[in-house]
């Protein structure tokens, strides 16, 4: 299959912002998760740095301990409590946030109603269903 040089161009960005972002989009997306819609559609992985990432940090301090601190940086302290995460939840280990990783860190996991200290304001700004 012959490609057009949209596709070549379109694939050259792609792959420049997956190396410069960390960030996995779905093909032909032309913006970052910030700006084209909600953080939970995306998949972060290490080397990222977005306000998702931050989003993310402060969802996962809440299953996580030591507490990470918030810097929208996806480095290896994030990694290690994404991974710590996905164990104690028995979800596929690979230090990535994707949709079983959003699902579990965007609820507190500790039974109904308003829960004390979880981040409702991040869950919401990431857009957690029902936050």
């Known amino acids: 299959m012959k490609r057009t ?9 792609s792959a420049l912002a997956l190396a410069v972002t ?6 032909g997306a032309s913006a970052p998760a910030e700006a ?6 995306y998949n972060y992985s290490q080397g990222g740095y977005a306000s998702c990432i931050g989003y993310i940090q402060q969802l996962l301090n809440d299953k996580y301990s030591p507490k990470l601190v918030v810097d929208n940086d996806f480095g ?6 994404v991974i710590s995460v996905q164990k104690r939840y028995g979800l596929k ?7 079983q990783t959003w699902n579990v860190s965007c609820h ?3 039974g109904p ?19």
């Open 5 to 13: 040089r949209i596709q070549k161009i379109t694939l050259g960005l």
């Open 22 to 27: 960390g960030v996995v989009a779905p093909m």
């Open 36 to 41: 084209a819609g909600k953080c939970v559609n």
């Open 76 to 81: 290896p302290k994030t990694r290690a409590a």
């Open 93 to 99: 280990v690979d230090g990535i946030v994707g949709p």
């Open 108 to 110: 507190p996991q500790r």
């Open 113 to 131: 109603g308003p829960v004390p200290g979880w981040p409702y304001a991040a869950a919401r700004a990431a857009g957690c269903p029902g936050s």
